[in-house]
């Protein structure tokens, strides 16, 4: 058996642990302040609007997709709709992790296969676990306007990247009061030998908030009174951990 316990139980008891049905590691909304800030920078960086809340179940009021009635949700940005059919050249419906990788070139920024992995692991299809169809691909789009938001909030001399102590503020404004050891196993998967400060590029920051926020989901399901402990068998720990740890090598 394996326990495990959080720190700052109420923190974490009175977010509920939201979550969003079309966006399975979508962190949750920042501060009122902050997606006002971002409003005003979506004419600069338009790839903020294509990540807004997708908790009303739409993306807006936009014509819907070629693709139909079962491809992207009524009212997706044409934006992604197109990132989507400009790497699906086989017209299939679908795009693999390769096509991925392309697509998302075009809106943020070429991810690391690693972290494309992963994100089919979160976002895959129930119909084809090695491809994902717009549904997911959308999902998933929105998803990163999430994360994109929470890192400039936080990479606060605008560096483009994250240091340890921004990567705690950022986590912990989610909910997550990440033990100091545990931040630093986490921050030395990124360090590349050369002796200097580590820090995330947005790609490896997707990578780590992911796998934090997804295995933090999975231990709810242990412990739905939110005590911040919950008992587990061997298989079951198992089950839960090694997804994440093979699912995108």
């Known amino acids: 058996m394996a326990s495990s316990g959080f720190e700052q139980k109420k923190l974490a008891s009175s977010r509920h642990y939201p979550s969003h049905s079309f966006a399975p590691s979508a962190p949750t909304l920042p501060p009122e302040p902050y997606e006002k800030q971002q409003q005003q920078e979506t004419e600069t960086y338009p790839y903020n609007h294509h990540g807004s809340p997708p908790s009303h179940g739409h993306y807006g009021q936009h014509p819907p997709s070629s693709y139909g009635q079962n491809g992207f949700p009524a009212g997706t940005n044409p934006y992604v ?3 989507f059919e400009m790497v699906d050249r086989d017209r299939s419906g679908f795009i693999d992790e390769n096509e991925l990788q392309q697509a998302l070139s075009s809106g943020y920024e070429r991810f690391n296969i690693r972290t494309i992995r992963l994100l089919m692991f979160l976002f895959k299809n129930p119909h084809d676990s090695l491809r994902i169809g717009p549904r997911e691909f959308a999902a998933l789009w929105s998803c990163l ?15 483009g990247k994250i240091d340890l102590m921004e990567l705690r503020d950022a986590l912990f404004s989610l909910g997550y009061a990440i033990p100091p050891s545990v931040l630093q196993v986490i921050i030395s998967k990124y360090d590349n030998g050369s002796g200097r400060r580590v820090e995330l590029n947005f790609d490896s920051f997707v990578e780590c908030g992911m796998i934090v926020k997804g295995l933090t989901e999975k231990f709810k399901e242990k412990d739905p009174m939110y005590t911040g402990s919950a008992t587990l068998t061997y298989d079951s720990f198992m089950s ?6 093979v699912a995108y090598d």
Not at 148 to 157: K, L, S, V, Y
């Open 81 to 83: 709709v197109r990132a």
């Open 145 to 159: 306007g999430h994360w994109r938001a929470i890192f400039e909030r936080f990479d606060r001399d605008r560096s």
């Open 240 to 245: 839960i951990v090694i997804p994440f740890l």
